[in-house]
């Protein structure tokens, strides 16, 4: 496994070979508060680059995933639909959302590491 990479957005991916995991950052948990609800994408559906994937709702507020490579839905985390909570406790490894096959690898290249992305939340507490 690849180091896991971070969108402006909030979402962290972790490429695996020819697919990748896809999640929301712990941050973006800390925000959220306490997730109530989880809408995952459908196996097989095709999303491009920054496309809304998910929905996620907690009672502060409803957001949008969105998938930070292209391709292909091959998996979705069904555990997180039937607890949200499961988010919360573990966002960064059983959290995780879906797994897509990417598309282009190269599209990664636009993500933040984790220390960057550790500097990009707190230059952007909001």
């Not at 496994?1 to 969108?7: I, L, P, V």
């Not at 985390?77 to 607890?83: G, L």
């Not at 897509?100 to 500097?119: A, N, R, T």
């Amino acid at each position: 496994m690849s180091e896991k990479k971070y969108s402006k957005k909030h979402e962290w991916i972790m490429l695996d070979g020819e697919s990748a995991t896809v999640g929301i950052s712990k941050h973006a948990t800390e925000m959220l508060g306490d997730i109530v609800f989880v809408e995952l994408p459908e196996k097989g559906k095709s999303l491009n680059k920054e496309e809304k994937a998910a929905v996620v709702e907690s009672t502060k507020a409803a957001s949008d995933v969105y998938t930070p490579v292209s391709g292909e839905i091959m998996e979705t985390n069904q555990p997180i639909v039937d607890d949200p909570s499961n988010v919360n406790k573990d966002p960064e490894n059983n959290g995780w959302f879906f797994k897509i096959k990417v598309k282009d690898k190269s599209e990664l290249d636009s993500l933040m590491s984790q220390p960057d992305y550790e500097k990009f939340v707190k230059d952007n507490p909001n």
